[in-house]
């Protein structure tokens, strides 16, 4: 029995820590994540209700909330190794799996989401992979805590201390690093090397959507589905009411990019002509305010205006950029706007960066690194 409880042990618990550096390299994702939870629910709920309001702050609170859950998810690993208070860890993984397996059931039944964001977006898994993963986590949990008597520290409490506190600094340094510098580890598809417009096509290998027609006529009263091979010899005895599709195999016809579409301030849709530019610069944020990196956009436009670089501003609110661009003497870039989760997921940190060749990442640096993109120049 304690060799099945230490195995169970060092499983769930490097599986707590792995799934939390996951989430770790791209906090902001999971908070966009946990942001559509809390939408979808609120459409079900009324808008003077408890849970709509608590949903609500929650969704404005969502980084945070992201931050804070996985630096606990990796705590508790860590904490769980290392045999640190058994009693206070192990109801804790228990309470964190339970909500886990929910949030997994829950995407895996409503059918309204295709990744829960367990493992972020470097590790993509459908929603009912996740539920099985909870589930099976949670039957080690209940195991482990049937058998915590055999759970004991791996070191001197000195060196469990040292292993928590570097743990916390190592979880909370990450985090603050990439919600400032970008992920470590870019899986999005506008990372660098890919083409934007490729990005833009469904792929060559992907599945369609899978419908069969269904016939609904009407005999005596009563109404009958029939498939086209199953319609009935005395069809003429029948009236005809309707026909319907219906999904039966939902397909990944989709591309990796979707709504990225830079209309100007009259309306025009320009990104095929932006994508074909030979280079150009992209500043994409989700909101484009009077910050200290204006100045080094300054900067950058001194250097490209000389090569003949065009930058454009792209933005889910292009009426605010253009007044903070006038506001500071930039009004001569040119201010596009996008569809906001197309930018979300372009714009890692407000804003991003990008260096294009043909509509090809060349360089891609946050907004604290817009001074490494002018050396590169």
């Known amino acids: 029995m304690r060799t099945a409880i230490t195995v169970i042990r060092f499983l769930v618990g490097i599986l707590f820590i792995l799934s939390g550096l996951i989430k770790a390299n791209d906090p902001l994702g999971l908070s966009y994540k946990m942001q559509e939870f809390f939408e979808v629910w609120n459409t079900s709920l009324g808008a003077n209700s408890l849970l709509a309001s608590l949903f609500t702050y929650l969704h404005e609170h969502s980084l945070a ?17 290392i045999g640190w208070q058994k009693k206070l860890v192990l109801n804790t993984l ?12 829950y995407a895996f039944w409503s059918g309204k989401f295709k990744n829960c964001g367990c493992f972020g977006d470097c590790l993509p898994i459908s929603p009912l992979t996740s539920f099985i993963k909870d589930v099976a986590l949670l039957a080690m949990i209940v195991l482990l805590l049937a058998g915590q008597r055999f759970i004991t520290p791996i070191t001197s409490k000195r060196n469990i201390n040292i292993a928590l506190a570097t743990s916390l600094f190592i979880t909370i340094g990450l985090q603050w690093y990439v919600l400032n510098y970008l992920p470590l580890t870019d899986c999005l598809p506008f990372k660098k090397n890919n083409n934007i417009a490729e990005q833009m096509k469904i792929p060559a290998n992907a599945i369609q959507d899978s419908f069969a027609m269904k016939f609904i006529y009407e005999k005596d009263g009563k109404r009958f589905e029939f498939a086209p091979e199953e319609l009935p010899a005395d069809l003429g005895n029948y009236k005809f009411v309707d026909r319907i599709q219906k999904l039966i195999r939902k397909g990944n016809a989709e591309p990796p990019i979707k709504g990225f579409t830079l209309n100007g301030i009259s309306g025009t849709d320009s990104t095929a002509a932006i994508l074909n530019q030979d280079k150009n610069i992209l500043v994409i944020g989700e909101h484009i305010r009077s910050e200290s990196w204006i100045s080094e956009l300054k900067e950058l436009q001194a250097i490209t205006q000389k090569k003949n670089i065009p930058i454009y501003i792209v933005t889910p609110d292009p009426q605010s950029a253009v007044k903070v661009l006038q506001e500071n003497g930039l009004s001569n870039i040119s201010v596009f706007s996008c569809d906001n989760t197309a ?4 714009a890692r940190t407000n804003p991003t960066a990008y260096l294009l060749q043909k509509g090809t990442v060349i360089d891609k640096r946050s907004f604290r690194q817009i001074d490494q993109l002018i050396a590169i120049l």
Request: aromatic share 16%.
């Open 65 to 81: 909330l992201s931050v804070f859950m996985i630096a606990l998810e990796i705590m508790t690993g860590v904490a769980l190794l």
């Open 94 to 105: 228990f309470v964190l799996i339970v909500f886990f397996t929910f949030l997994t059931a």
């Open 343 to 346: 930018v979300r997921t372009a």
